[in-house]
């Protein structure tokens, strides 16, 4: 069974909710799932991932949350070739922060851009000033998200 890795960047949990709540989606679309709350380089490295979906919220100004720090910072300083990992991206954030909205998921997106992997389709942002629930906007996109980039298996 293939497997599908969650990365989970948070600091009030709403970036896990949604990883929980979009993880029985991927089940059904064939996947053995698991969510990373404490995600590390080495859990993207060993072993490869050829699939991976990051739900991430911004902290600070445009900030990585503190829990998703050391996997950031590991790409940096390690530089690992991610050219057979394709990925989806939702990223929770808040427009009334103006400039840096969403601006952790965006400097992820770029990050693993830079080191090869390829991203599937386009990053979901998902405005708490609009979206009460992330969930609301992260289930459909999900939904679409496997149809669309055909992860279906079996
Ligand atoms: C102290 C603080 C700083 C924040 N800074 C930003 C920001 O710079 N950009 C942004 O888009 N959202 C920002 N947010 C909004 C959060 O990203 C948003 O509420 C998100 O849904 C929180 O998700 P979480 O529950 O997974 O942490 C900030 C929230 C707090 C409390």
Redesign the pocket.
Known sequence: MPTLKIFVG???????DVAEQVKPLFEDAGYEVAIFEQPTLDDLLEPPTELALFCV???????F?GNFVPFARAIDERHPSLTELRYGLIA????S?GD????AGRSLDALLEEHGAQRLGERLE?D?METFM?DDAALPWAEAWIDEQQLRHG
Do not use: Q
Request: with cysteine; proline share 4%; net charge negative.
């Open positions: 948070t600091m009030y949990g709403g970036a896990l919220s911004t902290t600070g100004s445009g900030d949350p929770l954030g808040d427009s922060y840096t909205f969403c601006g998902v708490a992330a």
